[in-house]
């Protein structure tokens, strides 16, 4: 394998960390699991256009190919590889009274993490037998629910097209034909051991075998993000008793892409800010003052509607999990300030 072409104004973490000393130190070695250096940066060297552009297709990954992983950590969220990660599930701490009682901004709030099962490969480097007994495990561990988080197990495999669209449209089932994903193997097999559970209300969700193995989703209309919060709290205690997570004391909750490890935790609200949206150097300056990223309405990679921005914490790892809500928060009470002023 030859050092990728990678063009001049190439702007992702990959193209900015992967060096040619670097290259030349990984290229021929192998995860437990056969996954390479070259499937590592495959998504980001095809999608020239990538934020980040890596990811692990197992937890070996990330210490068999520090030298690149360990900088584009560093880089996104501030972590060196002596930081430890922490972990504070706790409601109680989170200070969050809901900014926004009248729903003049807030549409939604949701709030995920990501998980995936321990001794097992990541999904870039899983076989399509160990992909459905990830699928087998977790169902069986969700059947197990009850209360508001008794729901059922709706397997891609046989679903309507109709009902699919109208799931993503709605916002709660992930996309289909992600091309980052697609580079990386992550959707071979298409729609096998894929899936999507819920209760009847669709405010507790979880997404079987997409980017990560489980994404637990807690969601529900306004801002409430205390008790979406909680509510997400309460179905990762109760699955994390069926389903043991892969975790490391350095990196936290282990996932395919180097932006999701820690708390593996993304917060956000759809909130309509359409004077802010008239002077995207304002809305910057608050959100990165927050530590936030800006998503359009479907998603990442996707555009804004009607003023209406998908606003999330951006850091994940070297935080807890109440901090990564508490980012959201903050930046979310000073951006109604400051579109409340415009208006
Ligand atoms: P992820 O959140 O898992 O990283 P995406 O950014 O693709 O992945 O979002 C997944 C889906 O969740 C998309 O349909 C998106 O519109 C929806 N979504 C995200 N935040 C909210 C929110 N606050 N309210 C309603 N839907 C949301
Ligand atoms: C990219 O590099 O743009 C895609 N691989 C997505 C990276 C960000 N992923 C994420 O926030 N989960």
Redesign the pocket.
């Known amino acids: 394998m030859n050092y990728p072409k990678l063009p001049e104004d190439c702007k ?1 973490m990959l193209c900015k960390h992967l060096t040619p000393e670097s290259f030349e130190e990984l290229k021929n070695k192998k995860t437990a699991n056969g996954f390479t250096l070259e499937q590592a940066i495959n ?2 060297v095809v ?1 020239i256009d ?4 890596v ?1 692990a297709g197992d937890k070996e990954s990330y210490t068999l190919f520090d030298k690149l992983f360990d900088p584009i950590i560093k880089d996104y969220h501030g972590f060196g590889k002596e930081d430890k990660h922490t972990s504070n599930l706790n409601p109680d701490d989170l200070n969050a009274p809901n900014p926004d009682p009248d729903g003049e901004f807030i549409v939604s709030t949701r709030i995920r993490v990501g998980r995936n099962m321990d001794n097992m490969p990541l999904g870039p480097a899983i076989s399509k037998e160990q992909r459905d007994k990830v699928e087998a495990s977790v169902v069986e561990g969700l059947s197990t629910l009850d209360g508001e988080l008794k729901g059922d197990y709706f397997p891609l495999l046989g679903m309507s097209k109709e009902i699919q669209d109208d799931l993503i449209k709605d916002h709660f089932l992930f996309k289909e034909g992600d091309r ?1 994903l697609d580079a990386v193997g992550l959707n071979k097999n298409w729609p096998e051991g894929r899936g999507i559970y819920h209760n009847s209300d669709k405010t507790f969700l979880v997404w079987v075998n997409e ?1 990560d193995q489980l994404r637990i989703i807690s969601m529900q209309q306004g801002g409430d993000i205390k008790e979406v919060f909680s509510r997400l709290v309460s179905a990762i205690k109760s699955i994390e008793t069926k389903v043991p997570f892969s975790y490391s004391e350095h990196l936290g909750y282990i996932t395919s ?1 180097p ?2 490890l820690g708390t593996a935790m993304r917060a956000s609200v759809h909130i309509a800010l359409p004077k802010l949206a008239e002077d995207m150097e304002a809305f910057k300056t608050i959100t990165d003052k927050y530590y936030l990223q800006i998503r359009g309405i479907h998603g ?2 996707s555009e804004s509607e009607g003023g209406v921005y998908d606003i999330s914490n951006l850091r994940r790892l070297g935080i807890t999990e109440v901090e990564a809500v508490q980012d959201m928060y903050d930046g979310v009470v000073a951006l109604i300030k400051a579109e409340k002023e415009l208006s």
């Open positions: 992702s998504s980001g999608n990538s934020g980040i552009g990811y980052f980017e892409c932006t999701n990442e990679h």
